[in-house]
DNA sequence: CTGAAAAATGAAAGAAACAATCAAAATAGA
DNA sequence: TCTATTTTGATTGTTTCTTTCATTTTTCAG
């Protein structure tokens, strides 16, 4: 008998259909006891896929959904260091690209930080991503694209040939991309190859590319590589990666940029 | 002076920073009392930008964040019956449209449900609206694909030239529609052009269209007409409409399916 | 089929957070 | 400067949350 996994199924419908559970709710729809409710709605918020709140539980909607958990929380104020760092290079009348992921999204929240304060006479941002967006706000100053496609659930993102085909009518003025990890010999890489290769194709189409990278990304290995070390004009990372990658950059020509403080 | 406006825009700044911020956080960054985090916490979730939680508040992120306060909680029960109802007439093999809206969000939600109980060998699922795509998950059988563009931040979808150009290649079986405003003279309206400038583009390249109206809809006027009466071949609605629309749908074809019970 | 180990459940006690109320302080306008 | 209004902080009582433990149910080896 799996009594436990069948309610957390048909909680988690009935999530979806009504957004969010009271206490009271669950107990005489499931008949048990609250403290079984507690533990149902300790489980699912575990889970990642809802969010506990004072009465009751709710459905987790978005970046903080999959995301959030644990993980996330550490290296997070080092993303939005990075993002931070990346956003100060953004200029007026510049038309960008944003990759999708967390620091990807940092940088988008410092962006919009930016964009709230007037910074910005025009500018077009283009994103794949679907966190990037819901974090920037649209105006008649700044337009703000998506390039759809297929839809990725776990990264809550668009690939493939669809997206591809979208950027072809598109020049950017610079590009900001994350990756999964970069090493001397394969340059940066990503674990999905439909993201590779969408990257791979926004190079081509930029004048200028930005690598946004933490610390846990130097040296670590990827399943696909999107440009050599010397394809990107600038990286910006949070404290410096070691020896072999300086020397790496410097043979490339390419820019390092590292956090003084902020 | 205006320190209660300030403290509220500040907190809102750390908000989309750090995503959240508990209640001890707030009291010694402001250097406030409890109530008057309290107080100010209540509101910003009326203002509907974050979500009071347990020890804190976070921010508010998607469905949930502006439409939803309070009218949509009255007929939102009716929009999920016309939503189920229409998920029924897709089958297995479909490519379909899904317009944007609180409506057709019902629907996705409602089709969603089909999908895990695994009624669908193929399936797929194109749209414009970011809420139908974070309710839908995909799978290898159903494909979901956003036609992006141009981001509109309060609707959370996407129109204009570019969307329409990414309609260009494909063709679809069946297309759901909503509408701000019906009227028999007029026919199905928007209240956004590009919405219903894309949403004619849509009918072109459906072979079956369906409206999905709930009762408010009938007899409002809207902005910009995209269809005739005729332009549907079928109706979904709430209860029935009054008598000129029946007359209406009679002349000209469409059938109207309404709710015996559910 | 039986009995022990593991898991799940319910109840209870203490801790934390919440809403409501009221008086003091700060602010704005005459 | 004085008064009316708003904002703030403290208090009280209620609700919800977490933790702990005993009981029940389930699982699985013998």
Redesign the pocket.
């Known amino acids: 008998?799996?009594?436990?996994?069948d309610?957390e199924e048909a909680l988690f419908r009935r999530l979806r259909q009504t957004g969010s559970i009271?206490?009271?709710e669950a107990m005489n729809l499931f008949?048990?006891?609250?403290?079984?409710?507690?533990?149902?709605?300790?489980a699912l918020e575990e889970s990642g896929a809802a969010l506990?709140?004072?009465?009751?539980i709710r459905l987790a909607t978005s970046s903080e959904g999959y995301s959030f958990p644990k993980r996330e929380q550490e290296s997070r104020e080092e993303k939005a260091r990075i993002g931070r760092l990346a956003a100060s290079f953004v200029e007026s009348g510049d038309a960008i690209y944003l990759d999708s992921g967390t620091t990807l999204l940092q940088m988008a929240l410092a962006l919009n930080e930016r964009i709230f304060s007037g910074a910005f006479q025009a500018l077009r941002i283009f994103t794949n991503s679907i966190a990037n967006i819901s974090a920037l706000t649209p105006s008649l100053q700044v337009r703000v694209v998506l390039l759809g496609g297929e839809y990725c659930m776990e990264r809550r993102d668009f690939s493939g040939s669809l997206t591809e085909g979208y950027l072809e009518p598109f020049h950017f003025d610079k590009c900001f991309l994350g990756a999964d990890g970069v090493t001397v010999a394969a340059g940066f890489c990503s674990d999905q190859a439909s993201i590779s290769s969408l990257n791979a194709r926004v190079l081509r189409r930029s004048d200028r590319a930005f690598a946004l990278l933490s610390n846990e990304k130097f040296g670590r290995p990827a399943l696909m590589s999107y440009a050599k070390i010397g394809g990107m004009q600038d990286i910006i990372a949070g404290n410096g990666p070691d020896q072999s990658f300086l020397d790496a950059f410097q043979a490339s020509g390419t820019r390092l940029h590292t956090m003084a403080q902020q």
Chains 1, 2 share one sequence.
Not at 52 to 56: A, M, Q
């Open positions: 008998m799996q009594k436990k996994l309610r009271s206490l009271g008949d048990i006891s609250e403290a079984t409710v507690r533990r149902l709605f300790s506990r709140c004072y009465g009751g």
